[in-house]
């Protein structure tokens, strides 16, 4: 069984930073690239960034790059985002997620990030 378990949310000051954690089960981790996207309250779903398999690729929407860097720990099973200079419009629902081109999708609980002085 696919699992995904996010932690490190929390409460954080503009400027501050956190580090998300997702860890990962059921799967070939390496074989798969995995995602963070976010759900601001009482809004849709965006995408945040993504890492390759083997870590080697990484990709971020614009309004994130050089504040967020995603990495992983394949030895662990784990991916992390750190957020840095954070914003209160930071403040959202944090979720890993694996995509598959064959629409087999799986997501974890999210994690709640809460920006604010």
């Known amino acids: 069984e696919v699992q995904l378990v996010e932690s490190g949310g929390g409460l954080v000051q503009p400027g501050g930073s956190l580090r998300l954690s997702c860890a990962a089960s059921?799967?070939?981790?390496?074989?798969?690239?995995m995602s963070w996207v976010r759900q601001v309250p009482g809004k849709g779903l965006e995408w945040v960034s993504a890492i390759s398999g083997n870590g080697g690729s990484t990709y971020y929407t614009e309004s994130m790059k050089g504040r967020f860097t995603i990495y992983r720990d394949n030895a662990k099973n784990t991916v992390y985002i750190q957020m840095n200079s954070l914003k209160t419009e930071d403040t959202a629902v944090y979720y890993c997620?694996?995509?598959?081109?064959?629409?087999?999708?799986?997501w974890g609980k999210g994690t709640l990030v809460t920006v604010s002085s």
């Open positions: 997620a694996r995509f598959s081109s064959n629409g087999e999708d799986y």
């Open positions: 059921g799967f070939t981790f390496d074989d798969y690239a």
